[in-house]
C-alpha cells in the first residue's frame, strides 16, 4: 500500500503536465501541417534541434530568452526547408520527415562535440533554465496548488495555445484557408488564395511549436542537453495528431494521457521497478493506442460500406 502511494501521489500528476507539455506543442504543430495536408513525421528532429539551440543560445548569451529565441529561429528555418521539399518540390513527406530525424540527431551530436567538447551530455551551469512560475492565490490549495503551480512558461502556454488553435482553425477565415489548402486546394486556388502559402504557414508554425517543445525540454524540464533526448516525443505526438484527429483539445487530452504514461514509468523507478521496463510504457501505449484507433478506424469503414451496400 506504501509503494503504491509512492507512485500515485500529487507529483504523479505534476510530473504528468510537465511530460506531456513537449508532447501537446509538438502535437498542435503536427496538427496544423494535417490539416494543411503534410504529414510530418520529422517533428522529433524538430524538437531535438530546438532542444540543442535553446541550451546553445541560453549558455552564450547567459539568458534563457536567448536560448528559447534561438530555438525559435532554428525552428522556423527547419519549417521553411521542411515546406519546400514537401510543398514546393514535391518531395515524399515520409522520406522527407525521416531524414530531417536523422540529420538532426547526427547534427546535434556533431555540434555537442564541436562546440562544448563532450560527448553524450553537455550541463553547465552557465545554462540559465527557464524561470518556474508561481501562482500565489493557487499555492495555498492543497492538491490544486502544488499540482497546478510551480511549473515553466511553457507548460502554461500550451494550454493557453490549445484554445487559441482551436479558435485559429475553426472559427477564423485563416484558419478555414488552412484546412482548405490541404481538404479543397483546387477550390481554395479559385476562390484567389495560395494553398502553397498556407502549407508554408502551417510548416513554419509547427517548426516554432517543437523549437518550443524542444526548449522546454532542455531549458524548463531540466537544465542540459543530451544526444537524443527527445527520445522519439516527435513521434509519439505524431500518434496523438492521428488519435486526436487534428483536432486541438482531443489532441491535448491524447498528448496527456501519454505523458501521464510516461510519468508512470517515472514514478515506478523510484519503488524499485527496472528503468528498462518503466521506459516502454509510453511507447506500448503509443502502439497499443495506435492499433486500437486503427481497428476502430477499419470497423467503420466497414459499417459505412455495408450501410451502403
Not at 129 to 138: A, D, K, S
Not at 144 to 168: E, Q
Amino acid at each position: 500500500m506504501q509503494n503504491m502511494h509512492d507512485v500515485v501521489n500529487v507529483q504523479l500528476f505534476q510530473n504528468t503536465l510537465r511530460t506531456a507539455t513537449p508532447i501537446i506543442l509538438a502535437a498542435l504543430g503536427g496538427s496544423l501541417t494535417e490539416k494543411a495536408g503534410i504529414m510530418n513525421i520529422g517533428m522529433d528532429g524538430m524538437i531535438l534541434l530546438g532542444a540543442f539551440f535553446g541550451v546553445l543560445g541560453s549558455y552564450t548569451f547567459a539568458s534563457s530568452l536567448a536560448g528559447v529565441l534561438l530555438a525559435v529561429l532554428v525552428g522556423v528555418l527547419v519549417g521553411l526547408f521542411f515546406a519546400l521539399f514537401t510543398v514546393q518540390l514535391k518531395s515524399d513527406e515520409f522520406i522527407i520527415g525521416v531524414a530531417l530525424n536523422l540529420f538532426a540527431a547526427g547534427l546535434t551530436v556533431f555540434l555537442l562535440r564541436t562546440l562544448f567538447g563532450v560527448k553524450g551530455s553537455f550541463s553547465n551551469p552557465g545554462i540559465v533554465g527557464l524561470p518556474v512560475w508561481r501562482i500565489p492565490f493557487l499555492e495555498g490549495i492543497p492538491v490544486i496548488g502544488p499540482l497546478l503551480s510551480g511549473h515553466s512558461i511553457f507548460v502554461y502556454l500550451s494550454w493557453v495555445l490549445v484554445a487559441v488553435f482551436y479558435a485559429f482553425l475553426f472559427h477564423t477565415p485563416q484558419g478555414f484557408w488552412l484546412r482548405a489548402s490541404g481538404e479543397h486546394a483546387a477550390a481554395l486556388r479559385a476562390a484567389g488564395r495560395s494553398p502553397v502559402r498556407m502549407k508554408y504557414v502551417a510548416s513554419v508554425l509547427c517548426g516554432v511549436l517543437c523549437a518550443f517543445a524542444g526548449a522546454h525540454l532542455s531549458l524548463g524540464y531540466l537544465t542540459l542537453f543530451s544526444e537524443n533526448m527527445s527520445a522519439s516525443r516527435g513521434y509519439i505526438a505524431f500518434a496523438c495528431v492521428i488519435f486526436g484527429k487534428a483536432n486541438p483539445p482531443k489532441v491535448f487530452f491524447a498528448a496527456l494521457l501519454f505523458g501521464f504514461f510516461d510519468a508512470l514509468g517515472l514514478r515506478l523507478q523510484s519503488v524499485g521497478v527496472a528503468s528498462q521496463l518503466t521506459s516502454i510504457i509510453p511507447y506500448l501505449a503509443t502502439v497499443v493506442f495506435l492499433l486500437a484507433f486503427g481497428l476502430r478506424f477499419k470497423g467503420r469503414r466497414k459499417g459505412k460500406r455495408g450501410h451502403t451496400l
